[in-house]
């Protein structure tokens, strides 16, 4: 049995094979995160395992590895994901003191693996991965549309008084339209402008038309977790998304961490206190603070958590507080919804 460790990058991936006694076998390989990605491994490793058994034991960067993975469980490959945490203590290990590289990295991993059997295994859920599709585009479309509105609005200021502050808004846009269209200005600069707007209706229809798509593929598979307040269709298809297998998170601890709501605990001059985790998942902890905030306005049980720690925390402590709070819920409700659609997650066998 070999296991070849990998870690993974942005824009490429570092990958060493180790035997099961723990020695490294074949060269290392370092590859391009891109269509060929797959091909190139699984040549790699043949010419070095022939067809002995592979297990493939990824860095827990879901972000950069998810391609990774799923190309090699669908080519018919074991897929475990290693922990961070794992990871460094092994490269503690069977590293030179204060050693550091990506190929010292990738025997960590495969060390890791080898060394803890019950790791996480990869798997596929259709769904999940359509709906990462449509969150990502979405994501990309308000980025879009951010900027050119900020484009249209720096143009405006030349020409007009005041332009209404929201124009994702299909009435303050009409109204900036009627604007534009009195304008005492060239042909040409008007038609300009108009085009801009137009720009910003088309993208304001297609985020339209994602979020409908969205609410009817979240809707099934989230009904627990649409029922905590602040958790829109929009927010939960980034839980979903982005965490994929609530299972691999064991406790809401864990999942706090991963989205950098756990706070760290600091010791200094004898007195133990807390800091903000500014590390995690950034957009996880998007869609808890922004949760956090509709429960500060609306949910009486979070109002009351926060009215008890705002003395002593600050606002900003108190909401904290709640977003860690929050983490339990979201990872109990996920973890209810994850239990009706387990069936139609893809487990696939490794090839012989």
Not at 100 to 110: F, R
Not at 178 to 188: E, K, Q, S
Not at 303 to 320: I, M, N, V
Request: glycine content about 6%; charged content about 20%.
């Amino acid at each position: 049995m070999v296991t070849v460790g990998i870690d993974p990058h942005k824009h490429v991936h570092v990958a060493v094979a180790v035997e099961d006694g723990g020695r490294r076998i074949g060269k290392p390989l370092t590859v391009g995160n891109d269509a060929s990605l797959i091909t190139v491994l699984l040549k790699w490793i043949r010419s070095i395992t022939g067809d002995t058994p592979v297990t493939w034991a990824i860095e827990d960067g879901r972000g950069f590895a998810r391609r990774l993975a799923d190309g090699l469980l669908l080519a018919g490959h074991e897929v475990v994901w290693v922990p961070t945490r794992l990871t460094a203590a092994h490269r503690k290990l069977h590293a030179a003191t204060g050693a550091k590289s990506d190929q010292i990295d990738a025997a960590a991993v495969a060390h890791a693996a080898i060394a803890t059997p019950g790791l996480d295994r990869h798997r596929i859920d259709e769904r999940v991965r359509e709906l990462r599709v449509l969150v990502d585009y979405r994501s990309d479309l308000i980025k879009r549309r951010t900027m050119a509105i900020n484009q249209l609005k720096a143009q405006l200021h030349v020409w007009l008084d005041h332009t209404p502050g929201d124009l994702a808004r299909a009435r303050n846009l009409a109204t900036v339209t009627a604007l534009v269209n009195t304008m005492t200005t060239r042909a040409h600069v008007r038609q300009a402008l108009i085009d801009m707007i137009a720009e910003i209706a088309e993208i304001n229809r297609r985020v339209h038309d994602l979020d409908t798509t969205i609410r009817q593929l979240v809707s099934p598979l989230a009904p627990a977790l649409l029922e905590v307040t602040g958790i829109s269709h929009n927010s939960a298809a980034v839980l979903i998304t982005e965490i994929g297998d609530i299972n691999r998170f064991g406790t809401s601890a864990k999942l706090a961490r991963y989205t950098g709501c756990a706070p760290i605990p600091v010791y200094s001059a004898d007195q133990q206190r807390h800091r903000l985790h500014r590390g995690g998942n950034r957009r996880l902890n998007s869609v808890l603070y922004t949760a956090a905030i509709v429960q500060k306005r609306q949910h009486p049980a979070a109002q009351t958590l926060l009215a008890r720690h705002e003395p002593a925390k600050g606002s900003r402590g108190a909401r904290r507080i709640l977003q860690r709070h929050l983490i339990d819920v979201i990872h109990r409700a996920m973890t209810a919804d994850h239990a009706t659609w387990q069936h139609h997650i893809t487990r696939y066998q490794p090839t012989a």
